[in-house]
């Protein structure tokens, strides 16, 4: 069966430490992934998106990378700062336009 | 300001009663969706809807209908509630025009208790 998996529920950094966060998926061939962020109370809010043809993307402290050969992709938050804390979520997209989410993965950035 | 507008922000239903929720964007985008957000489980998604006139059925559709009259307006009905249907409901969108082609757009939810 299709499967999204993120590391590890919780996760704890200090702050100005990069924070690595993992996605895996079984049985998807997605054409695109991406990433969400999502605030307590809040609607996700899209970071970035990488195409399966791209290795790479960075977006000023934010990278990620797509490994489809693993079938993983790395999201990756440099210098991170306490108001980076929030849960982050993974998502696949196939040609029907429709995405399937991750559960996420909670960051907490202590000052 | 342009985005998503979901009405009610939350409410508490008995069981067996009918509900819908709201669901309005003024970015004139194609396609729009309905997920539920439960803890441990992640977004699911419940409906979808490609172009006005069309919807279909996503993950978890039992329980609910959609209707997509027109391009703005993408109401979730739950005909008789269950309390398995507390949950978090987030409306979305996305356009087809974006090079993308998929980066969604999410409302802030709405809050739904069943007893």
């Known amino acids: 069966s299709q499967k999204i998996e993120q590391n590890s529920e919780a996760l704890n950094i200090q702050e100005g430490k990069t924070a690595t966060l993992t996605c895996n998926y079984t049985?998807?061939?997605?054409?695109?992934l991406q990433w969400y962020r999502q605030d307590p109370g809040r609607g996700p809010v899209f970071l970035l998106l990488?195409?399966?043809?791209?290795k790479e993307k960075r977006k000023e402290r934010l990278k990620v990378t797509f490994d489809t050969t693993l079938k993983q992709s790395l999201f990756h938050i440099t210098a991170s700062q306490p108001a980076d804390s929030a849960t982050y979520l993974c998502?696949?997209?196939?040609?029907?336009?429709?995405?399937?989410f991750g559960s996420g993965t909670q960051l907490t950035v202590l000052p | 300001i342009a985005g998503i507008t979901q009405a009610p922000t939350s409410q508490i239903l008995a069981a067996g009663r009918r509900m819908t929720l709201r669901c309005t964007q003024d970015m004139r985008h194609n396609a729009m969706y309905w997920y539920r957000q439960d803890l441990g489980l992640g977004l699911r998604l419940i409906h979808y809807?490609?172009?006005?006139?069309?919807?279909g059925k996503g993950e978890v559709p039992d329980g609910y209908s959609v209707s997509r009259a027109n391009t703005d307006d993408f109401p979730l009905t739950l005909a008789s509630a269950v309390p398995s249907q507390t949950s978090v409901y987030f409306c979305?969108?996305?356009?087809?025009?974006?090079?993308?082609?998929?980066?969604?757009?999410f409302g802030e939810g709405s809050w739904l208790t069943v007893v």
């Open positions: 979305a969108s996305t356009s087809s025009r974006r090079p993308s082609g998929n980066t969604i757009y």
């Open positions: 998502a696949l997209s196939g040609s029907a336009r429709q995405l399937t």
């Open positions: 809807s490609n172009t006005a006139g069309t919807t």
């Open positions: 990488i195409r399966e043809n791209e």
């Open positions: 049985n998807y061939s997605p054409a695109y």
